[in-house]
């Protein structure tokens, strides 16, 4: 790829030229898709705006920036406020090269959780509660949710909001060989991280595949 030209963008009449440094590709975590509501993308701790494609990336052009890392933050608007949590990724910066070297596109993917409001389809399978104090009971924001199978840790799958509120979405199940394949009934346990704390393991619990679970109310330790 060029060092120059690496990117067109009409305004108005004109034909501007420029060179991309970075691509940012924002993610809805339950669907794969690009975030088609509106974003606010970032470099944290630089002034910089990213132009907008029509294929719903962000590119940063021109930034004059020496390699380094830095980190983009992904901030939802609007009625994506209640739809995504922001997000963050650190990325090592790779500039330009001399003049007729390879330039790199800098890209990077950012997955963004959904929000307890977000509209899951109806054959979802979730689990949803509320993370609280031990000293209080009110609402733990921030703390990050894994799943578990049996012994097969699915990863990060939700976060609580501000009231301690969360959706866990579970992923989709294999449909199996058989066409008298019934709904699943799926045996799991969550695991939440909080800063500053040991990670809390919940007791196993069933959800049948395609529903919701509404779970007790959970206590964090030492809150």
């Known amino acids: ?34 975030v088609l509501t509106p974003l606010r993308v970032q470099l944290k701790d630089v002034i910089a705006e990213p132009i ?20 983009v933050q992904v901030q939802p608007l609007l009625e994506g406020r209640d739809y995504y949590f922001p997000a963050e990724k650190a990325l090592a910066l790779e ?16 997955t963004l ?26 609402g733990i924001a921030g703390a ?24 866990v979405f579970f992923p989709p199940t294999d449909p199996g060989d058989s066409d008298s394949a019934t709904l699943m009934l799926l045996k799991f346990r969550l695991r939440f991280e909080l800063a500053g704390h040991a990670p809390l393991l919940t007791g196993e619990e069933t959800v049948k595949e395609g529903t919701t679970i509404a779970l007790k109310e959970i206590t964090f330790p030492g809150t």
């Open 1 to 34: 790829m060029a060092t120059v030209t690496t990117g067109r963008f009409f305004f108005g009449p004109d034909l501007l030229e420029r060179s991309v440094w970075l691509v940012v590709d924002p993610r809805d975590f339950v669907t794969g898709q690009r």
């Open 52 to 71: 907008k494609a029509n294929s719903r990336v962000y590119c940063f052009t021109d930034l004059r920036l020496p390699a380094a890392n830095y980190t």
């Open 95 to 110: 500039t330009i090269p001399v003049p007729g070297a390879p330039l790199r596109r800098n890209r990077v993917e950012l």
């Open 113 to 138: 959780l959904p929000r307890p409001a977000y509209p899951f389809t109806g054959q979802a399978t979730l689990a949803r509660s509320r993370l609280v104090k031990t000293s209080d009971g009110s």
């Open 144 to 167: 990050r949710i894994f799943l578990i199978f049996g012994a097969a840790d699915q990863g990060l799958r939700g976060q609580t909001d501000e009231r301690g509120e969360f959706a």
